[in-house]
């Protein structure tokens, strides 16, 4: 009999003709075999199932995930890229509920260079320092804009060159001499 036959029949469940669900191959003889019920009905059982077994599945989701970050990630990766315009539409949406969060943020960011670089500092200077940064070094404040006991300023004359990884380490701290009473 052809396969196209064969994989085709009432099915046990809902009496209608149509493809039926794949089961596993023969061990014997290696051919496909076929449930009694159709793909409709084997998707409607699977989807029962996990309804039925929620904690158990959500658990061995969980787990698997945990096991295995590298295609997790790869796996969101590729569903952000193909999924660009809900991102957009999630942003949007975001944006159009939080609007104070977003203002806020980029207030802040923009306060804390703006407010620590003085009217006579040269924007073409500091853009210059910036552009001249060599490979695997940082521009870093010498004085930091937000230190705990100081605040250093936004000019040309506060930036150095740093070593990426020794930027890093100093963050914002900086050593001053206690006065001495
Ligand atoms: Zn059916």
Redo the contacts with the bound molecule.
Sequence with gaps: MPESVKNENN?S??G?F?RLATANKSKKTGQQQYRS??V??EKQRKAKWVQENIEHVLEKTKLWQEANPEIVKKTKTKWANNNKEYGAQYKREYRQKYPERINAHTAARRRKVRCNQPPWASRKDLVAFYENCPKGYHVDHIIPLRGKLVSGLHVITNLQYLPAAENLRKHNKYEINKPSN
């Design positions: 099915c469940k809902c209608i149509s019920w159709c409709t009905c």
